[in-house]
Nanobody
Framework: QVQLVESGGGLVQAGGSLRLSCAAS????????MSWYRQAPGKQRELVAR???????NYADFVKGRFTISGDNAKNTVYLQMNSLKPEDTGIYYC?????????WGQGTQVTVSS
């Protein structure tokens, strides 16, 4: 059974940085796509960044220039480096893997940015 385990969330002041990590276990296959989503209180979950086939990367407009996604397909691990954090970046961050036509989600990690 595939499981995703996230780490790296926490409390940081505005302008600070955090690095999130997500590792998948239980699969011998590389993910087709690895993504980070976030959900702020009272809002819908939204895509933050995605790396597809280990090569193609896209970002939500609200994080361009501040966040960087990277991944290791061979290890089924994905990272999100978050710089210049803003209070509006506060929320629960989830990693998502698309693996052999199935979707897998991590448990979520809280990111809180204080002003």
């Amino acid at each position: 059974q595939v499981q995703l385990v996230e780490s790296g969330g926490g409390l940081v002041q505005a302008g600070g940085s955090l690095r999130l990590s997500c590792a998948a276990s239980g699969s011998d296959f590389s993910a087709d796509a690895m993504s980070w989503y976030r959900q702020a209180p009272g809002k819908q979950r939204e895509l933050v960044a995605r790396v597809t086939s280990g090569v193609f990367i896209n970002y939500a407009d609200f994080v361009k220039g501040r966040f960087t996604i990277s991944g290791d397909n061979a290890k089924n691990t994905v990272y999100l480096q978050m710089n210049s954090l803003k209070p509006e970046d506060t929320g629960i961050y989830y990693c998502h893997f698309r693996l052999r036509s199935r979707d897998y989600w991590g448990q979520g990690t809280q990111v809180t940015v204080s002003s």
